[in-house]
């Protein structure tokens, strides 16, 4: 069953999602070469901390910390550690989420530790995040969930790939619901499964978190030993992006981006709902 939120539970989950924005800028700004993840994960208990909100990834199925810190060839799920020192040209995915009167919040991005980065890297993390971006315009009214992941694979498929071939978007992990819970119905595919159907219509109070994840090559994965880590099975690096989104009567709302997504819907000739907070 997928959970349908009031206006009023809207702005619970966007105060949920300030909370997260707040985490992505306080971690962007520690994530430079010689910081360790564990380290990472202390900033963002301390933001946290200052919001009075309750972290959603600790003791999440047991995960024993705040964040996911996954590191170049790590798709998503890698757990902080002092052990992971962080080093000049490095890519990280940082994923977190927030709790404020048990409404989530729930997002992720991509950073470039120091300086140095392929082309490809940075062409790989560009269109990852511009196709969660995709996704998020295809939340409307009378869309199907398979709208959102036709979107998503379209964007990624169009563009091409520096050396040639074709990016890898990850198979066994997308995005999901959102709520009263963290990962909530349906699952949302990065690609489109004829198999799967077109998926339950998009109606005001569907809230989604929009996340793809893509590689420079496979879109295959393991879990390392762990029971958490995912990397890729042939070691190319990985670049992940996530924002909750919540669609209104008068359009979609970022509930995870500072401005409610204005800025970048504006771009895709989309006019943002409202914030509820102002």
């Not at 670049?239 to 981006?257: D, I, K, M, N, Q």
Request: glycine share 12%; aromatic share 6%; charged share 20%.
């Amino acid at each position: 069953m997928v959970q349908i939120k009031t206006p009023e539970q809207i702005a619970r989950m966007r105060e949920a999602g300030l909370v997260v924005a707040a985490i992505h800028a306080a971690t962007r700004e520690a994530a430079v070469p010689g910081a360790t993840t564990k380290d990472l994960d202390q900033v963002a208990r301390k933001v946290l901390a200052e919001h009075n909100a309750k972290p959603n990834f600790l003791g999440y199925g047991g995960f024993p910390a705040t964040i996911c810190t996954s590191v170049n060839e790590v798709v998503v799920h890698g757990i902080p550690s002092d052990d992971v020192v962080l080093k000049d040209g490095d890519v990280i995915s940082i994923d977190c989420g927030a709790i404020i009167d048990g409404w989530h919040g729930d997002a992720a991005y991509t950073a470039f530790v120091g300086s140095g980065h392929a082309p490809e890297l940075v062409e790989l993390s560009r269109v990852t995040e511009e196709s969660m971006w995709a996704g998020i315009a295809a939340m409307k009214q009378g869309n199907r969930l398979v709208d959102v992941s036709r979107a998503i694979e379209t964007y990624i498929r169009r563009q091409p790939k520096p050396g040639g071939g074709k990016y890898g978007i990850i198979e066994d992990y997308g995005g999901h619901g959102i709520g009263t819970e963290m990962h909530m119905d349906p699952h949302l595919l990065n690609y489109v499964d004829r198999r799967r159907g077109k998926g339950p219509k998009l109606v005001p109070g569907f809230c989604l978190a929009i996340e793809p994840m893509v590689s420079l090559g496979t879109p295959k994965t393991e879990v390392l030993q762990d029971d958490w880590t995912v990397v890729t099975t042939d070691g190319t690096w990985s670049s992940h992006w996530e924002h909750s989104v919540a669609l209104t009567e008068e359009g979609p709302l970022v509930l995870t981006c500072p401005d409610g997504g204005k800025a970048k819907l504006a771009e895709l000739g989309i006019v943002a709902a409202p914030d509820p907070l102002g």
